[in-house]
């Protein structure tokens, strides 16, 4: 009798168990699911994401899944988490000064397109390997409210006037891309000297946000007048608020390019809708979706720019910045702000 009661209260247990982790998904339903690691912009209803994720799921019949992990970095540090088995499929918006760090965390598989060609130049690849496809670019750049009474910096060394006193929003370089591309822009124009400009920057620092979201809508909000952010920016002022107020500086030093890219995790559940994926974010048909709403260059040379670019102006001369030493550069900066 006891043994009887015993057995029953076991399987009463097992019973609660299973129910109380949920309904598994089978092996077939995950292959028609693609699941996507990317950054909050892009998730956003106003970002690429959504209409991409739309296109692709009436032109494959795969169901995409799009989870916002935060920006660049925390994409990669999601990734590298769950190397030994990954979640999702693909990743969507590591640029070209982390993309040797994810291909050196080894998780990336190689893919090169079948529409590989239709990409503008080699200038945008992001490695030889195709561990990365490019799927947008621009340049970093200041943008200024021209309707905030705040005269326009004319370099980078001129935003350390004490008439920039709090004034300029910057991301964190530890998990922002822009955040981390404006450190690579300094360590390329300043070199040895970069922590020196910095210790002259910091009072020009109002905030560090953590991710381009919020940095951008404090400074659209009038937080303050000066943010870090792409050449491009503007032309979504010109599209949809038919304002040119917020304008794109062009600093004599230069501009660093930066440039998007999209890879396949090693270990993918559903590595050929991964690939599928890949094939459409760089055709024609996912390249229109860029412009208005990545706000961003398309890769794909059939792509016509919207009138509003002609809002971002012409960076003039072009930085090729050292990955590496803005990594190092980053943690002497992080440094540096912390006292």
């Known amino acids: 009798m006891k043994r009887s009661i015993s057995v029953f209260i076991f399987l009463i247990i097992i019973?609660?168990?299973?129910?109380?982790?949920?309904?598994?998904?089978?092996?077939?339903?995950?292959?028609?699911?693609?699941?996507?690691?990317t950054y909050d912009s892009f998730v956003s209803e106003w970002g690429a994401g959504p209409e991409l994720a739309r296109l692709f799921e009436e032109k494959t019949g795969y169901r995409v899944t799009m989870i916002s992990t935060g920006d660049g970095g925390q994409i990669i540090s999601r990734a590298v988490t769950e190397k030994a088995n990954p979640r999702a499929d693909l990743v969507i918006g590591i640029d070209n000064t982390m993309a040797a760090r994810a291909v050196e965390a080894g998780i990336l598989?190689?893919?090169?397109?079948?529409?590989?060609?239709?990409?503008?130049?080699?200038?945008?690849?992001?490695?030889?390997?195709?561990?990365?496809?490019?799927?947008?670019?621009?340049?970093?750049?200041?943008?200024?409210?021209?309707?905030?009474?705040?005269?326009?910096?004319?370099?980078?060394?001129?935003?350390?006037?004490?008439?920039y006193e709090k004034k300029f929003i910057l991301m964190d370089p530890r998990t922002s891309i822009p955040g981390l591309g404006f450190v690579t822009w300094t360590k390329a124009v300043f070199g040895d000297g970069n922590r020196d400009y910095w210790q002259r920057l910091k009072p020009s620092i109002l905030t560090m946000t953590p991710g381009w979201d919020t940095g951008y809508g404090m400074f659209t909000s009038g937080e303050a007048p000066l943010v870090i952010s792409y050449i491009t920016s503007p032309a979504v002022h010109v599209e949809y608020d038919n304002t040119d107020r917020f304008k794109a500086l062009v600093f004599p030093e230069g501009h660093p390019v930066t440039i998007e890219g999209a890879g396949i995790l090693k270990g993918a559940k559903?590595?050929?809708?991964?690939?599928?994926?890949?094939?459409?974010?760089?055709?024609?048909?996912?390249?229109?979706?860029?412009?208005?709403?990545?706000?961003?260059?398309?890769?794909?040379?059939?792509?016509?720019?919207?009138?509003?670019?002609r809002a971002a102006p012409d960076a003039g001369k072009i930085l090729h910045a050292d990955p590496d030493t803005a990594i190092q550069a980053r943690n002497e900066i992080m440094e540096l702000l912390a006292r």
């Open 109 to 163: 598989e190689p893919y090169e397109p079948a529409n590989a060609g239709s990409i503008i130049g080699r200038e945008l690849y992001l490695d030889d390997g195709w561990h990365l496809t490019p799927f947008d670019w621009s340049y970093f750049a200041i943008i200024w409210d021209s309707l905030s009474g705040i005269p326009a910096p004319e370099s980078l060394e001129d935003m350390t006037k004490p008439v």
């Open 15 to 37: 019973a609660f168990s299973l129910a109380a982790g949920g309904r598994k998904e089978s092996p077939a339903e995950r292959q028609g699911e693609v699941i996507i690691y």
């Open 270 to 309: 559903n590595p050929e809708g991964a690939k599928a994926f890949m094939d459409f974010l760089i055709s024609e048909e996912a390249q229109n979706i860029i412009p208005l709403t990545q706000w961003m260059y398309p890769v794909n040379r059939s792509v016509i720019l919207p009138e509003s670019y």
